[in-house]
């Protein structure tokens, strides 16, 4: 790797970087910006999880024959692993998310996941139920899934089309058939595979330690369009050999989505799809991790570890937002409640003039203000009096403050120019409550 290539890998594994990463960007920019998105995020290594083969394959869905379409995730080591997962709250849900719920309300032992993208088996009646049922018992039948363990299944692509689905059901025998792996171009095929309007694949490995065993975390997502909070085309899973019981993964993953796949939004709309799976098989050893009060140091670790592993996964979507020039991370804070830095990030976030002032590089704090004032949060969640809003520029050069305690700072368009010249921004939001509340979130222009 070159110098700037291994600059890359580092910087982006960090959401607020280091003085030294940011100075680094600055010699680095023209190198940066010559660069595809693909060349930027896609990680050329990585370390992975034990006991869990992967890999991806054409089976005909998409039309583009060099385009793979179907993925499987398996679970190989010799315990049966755990998962817990989280779906779309839009009305009109896919019948692969229907049907991987009623999947874990019968078990909570998953072994195999099945992704298929380029038709999303949404709003198919009764045929796309049958259809992603069938994908289970395959991948069920193949894996040799038994004593009560199962599979997951989730799909992507057009909504309202019947699933081609004898493709896929002799696609999964093909695939499990010698196409499954552990390598890095195993993972990286799995994740090219579930990807449908993605320009690049989106993957993420890190290794941490708890008790003085050593735990391998390994995710992936797609998403482009369609996102917004609660849940939107999405789909992602990842995978660790840390060793933890059912109930403690759900409680996880809850916690970890909140602050990551829901706190992101590139265009405000939901999905009929979403969904992210956590899995967990405990090959790398060590005591079992659970919620109870003996374990709450192993526990607040592992979710802190899952949340930020989460966090950068969804960095990297709003990264690859369809038409997106910019990355925006909200700053809210001291809120009186957790949900009402959340929303009022969210309200800017999804704010179309804020948008727009973003891509064309216009100072328009007002429009910022604008948000604020009509988040949904109740009577004293914003103090007005109090309010602060500032750019604060990843370069590490100083921040430019645009109101402090309800008053207009006089602002210095060039140096604001400068500023919103970056792909990379941050606005930081003071309500002024002393609720003292944090909540991040990341959006484009």
Known sequence: ????????????????????????????????????????????????????????????VKKNGTLLDLALLHNTHSSDAVAAAVFTQNKFKAAPVQVSAQVLKETNFINSIVVNSGNANAVTGTQGMQDARAMVNTANNVFANKNGASSLVMLTGVIGNTLPIEKI??????????????????????????????TFPKLVTKQFDIGGHTYTLA?????????????????????????????????????????????????????????????????????TIDSVAE????FAKLRTEITEFAQQLAQLVVRDGEGATKFIKINVNDALLYKDAKKVALSV?????????????????GRILCAIGYADVGGEGVNTAGTSVSFVPTDGSQRLQLLVDGEPETVDEVRASEILKAEDLEIEINLGTGGGQLALFWTCD
């Open 1 to 60: 790797m070159t110098g700037p290539d291994i600059f890359i890998e580092k910087f982006y594994a960090f959401d607020t970087p280091s003085l030294f990463f940011s100075n680094q960007i600055m010699k680095f920019s023209p190198y940066l910006r010559t660069l595809s998105k693909a060349e930027r995020f896609v990680p050329k290594s990585g370390v992975y999880p034990k006991g869990f083969v992967v890999g991806g394959v054409h089976c005909g």
């Open 295 to 298: 374990n709450s140091a192993a």
């Open 219 to 287: 995710g992936l997502a797609k998403g482009a369009g369609m996102i917004c909070p609660n849940m939107a085309t999405l789909l992602g899973f990842f995978a660790t050999d840390a060793p933890v019981t059912s109930s403690a993964l759900k409680q996880i993953l809850k916690y970890a989505t909140d602050r990551s796949f829901n706190s992101i939004s590139v265009d405000g709309d939901m999905s009929t799809n979403d969904t992210i799976v956590a899995i967990a098989n405990g090959a790398a050893g060590g005591p």
């Open 349 to 365: 976030a999804n704010s179309s003039l804020f948008k727009t002032a973003m891509f064309g590089k216009d100072a328009n704090w």
């Open 169 to 198: 059901v002799s696609g999964i025998p093909k695939l499990a058939d010698g196409g499954l792996g552990s390598t890095h171009e195993h993972w990286l095929a799995c994740a090219n595979a579930i990807c449908t309007t993605d």
